[in-house]
């Protein structure tokens, strides 16, 4: 079955694209496309970058040869629109859409960036058969794994199931980093490059590639008795390029979590440190970094001097066993990263070992207040424990750089006690200074006045005592007020 589509002006999508390829304004045809094919507009729209989508499928013809244009256009070598057709099929039917690629240029001729047109080709387009309909099903389900929120290891999942819907596949298998090993149908990535010579009828391979980077291979076996055809290995080169794709959107996605995340928790952490007038701001965070990020220790280790630090504070299981251990810096991580300023990952702990902890990987950060190098943050997980990744790193110098402000803030703390305590003290001597002595003075001479006045030698004698008494008071409550005096100056 066939049919011709013919264009019209009103139906083109439009996007514009600066100077990095990322686009800065579409038409709504662009938006209301992407949301009938099942898009997210937020992430195929405005601040998506179309070189990096295009570049992320590398070695799908369609795509280089748009990637090629993209270059070009944004290297101001396409004054006018070069067109390209590429093959885009929805799930009922294939279709064919021509691209026009153009320089977009200001008035003095200096190159903004790119203009991109999509339009359906009028060209004659097949209906889908049954089986390429059950095709771009699944690969519609990968590349939609963003608009779904699924994890990085549920989208290897998914593409493990594509691929034997795909192929017909008796055995499929993602090789990735250990990080992702743990999902469906994935094993850890042996690096070793697949060289299937001829092509193979009964195994496929194919390289999944995110932002251009080879990110792990996507393997598969024939079931018994059956072989692979070209159209399956067609189906599967597709696949591993719009994994790629779709690996690149879900890190994008979830790095964007992970910071709308870290905004609200250290909203949050600024709250409490600054409203709990009572509360030990560093052991605060220490607690809120070990819950956030899943950790078995998180400690503070300030430097004593030269050659010697001191764990300050410690938090997670008996960690608390650990708290004013001493330990030399010389052989430590901690003196790399005090030199260096850069976090460093280790994969034991050193003097931070305790009894019922068997801890693994370490990372220690450098701690900075008031712009001075204060100690080492050291965070761990068990030997058992996810392994700590660079998205670790990054969120871990953000609570990093909140233990520095907490021990701002506990130094801050105890400067206004002390000051408190000095203008109790001055309150004290000046109400004694002012009050009392001249009070006891002036009762001690209006005493010494009556003295002779009274003519009972007895009573006259003890007259005389208590105004040595007072006079004695006088000079004890001045001494007392000196030596405040002389411990604030000291102080």
């Known amino acids: 079955m066939t049919e011709r589509r013919t264009r019209h002006p009103n139906q083109v999508e439009v996007a514009l694209l600066d100077r990095s390829g990322t686009i800065v304004a579409v038409n709504e045809h662009w938006t209301s496309f992407c949301l009938a094919n099942g898009g997210v507009p937020a992430r195929c729209g405005v601040g998506t970058s179309y070189l990096d989508v295009c570049t992320a499928a590398a070695g799908d013809r369609d795509a280089d040869a748009v990637a090629e244009l993209l270059r070009a256009a944004l290297a101001g070598r396409l004054l006018a629109p070069e067109q390209v057709q590429i093959r885009c099929d929805s799930l009922s039917r294939v279709r064919r859409f021509d691209v026009f690629v153009a320089s977009r240029l200001d008035d003095a001729g200096r190159c903004l960036g790119a203009t991109v047109t999509l339009c359906e080709s009028a060209e004659i387009i097949t209906a889908v058969e049954p089986d390429e309909a059950a095709s771009v099903r699944a690969l519609s389900g990968v590349a939609g794994v963003v608009a779904d929120e699924l994890t990085l290891n549920q989208l290897l999942g998914r593409v493990t199931e594509a691929a034997r819907v795909l192929t017909g596949a008796g055995h499929v298998t993602v090789h990735v980093r250990n990080a992702h090993a743990d999902a469906p149908g994935c094993v850890e990535c042996d690096e070793r490059p697949w060289d299937p010579g001829d092509e193979s009828t009964v195994v496929l391979d194919a390289l999944i590639r995110s932002r251009g980077v080879p990110f792990g291979r996507l393997h598969a076996g024939a079931a018994p008795g059956r072989t692979f055809g070209a159209a399956e290995r067609r ?11 779709a690996v690149t959107n879900t890190r994008l996605y979830q790095r964007t979590e992970r910071q709308r995340r870290w905004s609200v928790d250290a909203a949050e952490l600024m709250q409490a440190l600054l409203q709990a007038e009572t509360l030990d701001p560093v052991r605060a965070v220490l607690e809120r970094t070990r819950r956030d990020l899943d950790l078995d220790l ?64 370490h990372v220690h950060l450098p701690l900075v207040a008031d712009n001075q190098g204060l100690g080492v943050l050291t965070v761990a997980r068990s030997r058992s424990g996810e392994p700590f990744t660079e998205e670790d790193v990054d969120h871990l110098a953000g609570y990093a750089r909140f233990v520095g402000l907490a021990l701002d803030l506990a130094r801050a703390r105890r400067d206004h006690e002390t000051l408190r305590s000095v203008q109790i003290r001055d309150r004290i001597a000046a109400e004694l200074r002012d009050q009392v002595v001249r009070r006891a003075f002036s009762v001690g001479m209006r005493l010494q006045g009556v003295v002779e006045l009274i003519a009972d030698p007895t009573a006259r004698e003890r007259v005389r005592e ?3 008494d007072l006079d004695l008071m006088v000079r004890e409550i001045r001494d007392t007020v000196y030596r405040l005096d002389d411990g604030d100056a000291a102080g």
């Open 298 to 361: 998180a400690s503070l280790d300030l430097v004593v001097d030269d050659a010697t630090l001191v764990v300050d504070t410690a938090v997670g299981g008996s960690a608390s066993d650990l708290t004013g251990r001493r330990f030399p810096r010389a052989g430590d991580p901690a003196d790399v990263v005090l030199r260096s300023g850069r976090p460093v990952l280790t994969d034991d702990g050193g003097p931070h070992q305790v009894a019922g902890l068997d801890l693994g990987p």
């Open 466 to 468: 208590c105004v040595d």
């Open 235 to 245: 189906h599967f080169a597709r696949l591993a390029a719009v994994a790629g794709t």
